[in-house]
Every structure is written in C-alpha cells, then in structure tokens.
C-alpha cells in the first residue's frame, strides 16, 4: 500500500545562492486524506517548477486529523489529552501546526519565504481561520523566518451554510441522529475488514468508475481503522459550524487598514457550478458581498468566480489537469503583485 499520510515536493535550483523561497501548502477537504490530492499536487508542482526555476519551492500537504492509514506512532498526536474523532477547532488548530512546520523546513535565511495556501471545500473553511488567527494574534502561529502568506485559493470552497447545500440538506438529519458516525464507522468495518487490500481496490473502482490515484485512497480510508468514523463525525460538526459569515472586513481585503499593511493577503474563490455540498443561493450572496469588482479601491478583495467547464465538487477524481491549470494562474497574478 503506498497511501501516505503526507506529500511533500521540493525543487532546489541548481545555484541556490540567494534564491527565492515559495511554499504551496495544501488543505484538503473531507474524507482528509492528502493522498487524493497527489495528481493534482504533482501538476501544480511541474508547472511551478518550470515557471519558477530559479526559486526554492515547496508543495506540501497532510491529511486531516484521524484519516491516518497507517500507524505512525505519535505523528499526530501533539496533544495527548485529545482523543479523536476530532472537531473542526481541533482541525484548525492541527493545520496551522502543520503549516508552521513546513514553513520552518522551507527556511533560508537568506530569504523571506513566500507562502501560498490552497484549501478544498471545509479546507477553505480551515484555510480562512487560520489566516484569521494568525491576523489577531500573529505570535500564537510562531510562523518562521518572515514567512509572508500571499494568497489564499480557495476550490470548490464551503465557507458559508453548508447545511442548505443539497447534500447537506439530505444528510443533517443523519448528523442529528446520536452516534450515527460511530454506528456507521462499526458497520463499515465490519463489511470490509475482512476483504484483502487489493481486492477491495478493484472493488471499489468497478462500483466507483474512480482511476486508480482515487480508488487506493478511497480502499485505504474504508479499511482505516477510524476513517470513516472520523469523516461523518467532522462532517457532522461542519453543518453545525459552517454557517454565516463570520470574518471580518479586514480578512476580505475590505478594512481600510489593510490597504496598508505589509501583511495583506489575498483570496481567491473558484466555485462550482450546481456543486452539491455549496447552496447556490449562499454562493451568489457570499460573491455579492464579498467578490472584487472593477470600482476604484477592490483590488483588494477575493477573486471569485463559478467553473462553466461542469467540474464537479470532487475535482481531484479526475478533473486534475483543469484545476491544475487554474490555480496555476491564480498563483501567477499573486507572484505578479510581489514584483
């Protein structure tokens, strides 16, 4: 089984002196398993290697809180009082852990790193507190070396009322019911525990149609000791938790003393179109009241735009090169606003 935990790609020109540092820090969206995400990293990463050779760069990423496959040991557990399955607070919290680390291993003290965030739908959620936290209390993060957050994409993002989204809708009263996640987890593991790895494999890509990047990790989340325990349990919490708009102006490039600080990060929104974990009606709201326009004074503001190519929620199934593309652009206009 070569399902991890954690991807990390670097490159390192060949005449390091000086040079540049860029990190691309990936959150995933749930089932939180990084692995799903390798193609699309690994598209990401080429494009950002040849565009910016002369750069250190970095593309990193790590699963969620209890998606683990794998034992390893105390890798997750910085906390020993916590005990999963794991709330999206405790979420947050274990991504901007991870976020530190990856910046404290890109460090040249030659340079300020560079640092891009991109979540997926609750990474999105995930991506926004973490640069709110890091705004009102820059010290709590101890984010390294200067390291400058430029941007933030944010990809088939749930940020506001999930529950009204049309899976949303049909899965709250599911959520409701007490210890469903825990039922569901046992019943799964009792269906599939004693099928071998590479039966299942074949299995689930038959009744999927997924490729063979997708039907691993879903084999290894269904086979994971707390997997799918942890996904109802988190997506639970979402629908409890992601509901109205609770940043501030100064997050969405608004406030007035953004324009004039040095920490000013911008956001970029790629929705979809008919995505069925975001309601219509919350995205249109979210872009009226949020998106950059052409007036004097929003450039600042979230870039947002609806996908019109029909890529649906789960891009990283087999959608990769489209998405690739465009965050690739996205990561271009913010180098762009460095020069």
């Known amino acids: 089984m070569t399902v991890q935990d954690s991807i990390e790609l670097t490159h390192v020109p060949s005449t390091t002196k000086s040079a540049e540092s ?10 939180g398993l990084i692995e ?14 040849n565009r910016y050779s002369d750069y250190r760069i970095k593309v990193a990423g790590t699963s ?14 910085n906390n020993d009082n916590e005990i999963g399955p794991y709330d999206l607070e405790q979420q947050i919290k274990h991504i901007g852990q991870m976020l530190e680390r990856a910046i404290e291993s890109h460090a040249d003290p030659s340079s300020s790193p560079k640092v891009v965030l991109i979540g997926h739908s609750v990474g999105s ?7 709110r936290r890091r705004k009102q209390s820059p010290n709590t993060q101890q984010i390294s070396n200067n390291a400058k957050i430029i941007g933030g994409i ?9 529950a009204k989204s049309p899976s949303g809708r049909k899965f709250s009263l599911l959520f409701a019911m007490p210890y469903f996640y825990l039922i569901a987890g ?11 790895f590479a039966a299942l494999q074949t299995l689930v890509g038959l009744v999927t149609g997924f490729p063979a990047p997708a039907a ?8 994971s000791p707390n997997g799918v325990r942890q996904a109802l349990y988190l997506a639970g919490h979402e629908m409890l938790t992601i509901t ?31 995505d069925h974990w975001v309601a219509d009606e919350a995205r249109d709201e979210l872009i009226a009241a949020r998106a950059a326009s052409s007036e004097a004074g929003d450039q600042d503001k979230p870039t947002m735009e609806i996908d019109t190519h029909g890529i649906p929620h789960g891009f990283c199934i087999k959608h990769n090169d489209l998405i690739a593309e465009r965050v690739d652009k996205y990561i271009e206009e913010l180098m762009q606003t460095l020069v």
């Open 244 to 274: 109205t708009d609770i940043w501030d102006d100064e997050l969405w490039g608004i406030s007035e003393a953004q324009n004039s600080s040095s920490d000013t990060t911008k956001l970029c929104f790629y929705f979809g179109t008919d």
């Open 154 to 162: 944010c990809l088939f993002p749930t940020v506001t009322h999930i």
């Open 22 to 31: 860029l990190l691309v820090f990936f959150i995933t969206g749930n089932p």
């Open 64 to 77: 969620l809180r209890g998606f683990e496959v794998q034992d390893n040991g105390h890798r997750y557990r």
């Open 216 to 223: 691993e990790p879903t084999t290894a989340f269904i086979k």
């Open 186 to 196: 046992v019943v799964v593991r009792l269906l599939f525990s004693w099928i071998p």
């Open 125 to 131: 959620y995930i991506l926004l507190e973490v640069l």
């Open 36 to 49: 799903y995400y390798r193609t699309f990293l690994t598209l990401c990463f080429d494009s950002l290697r």
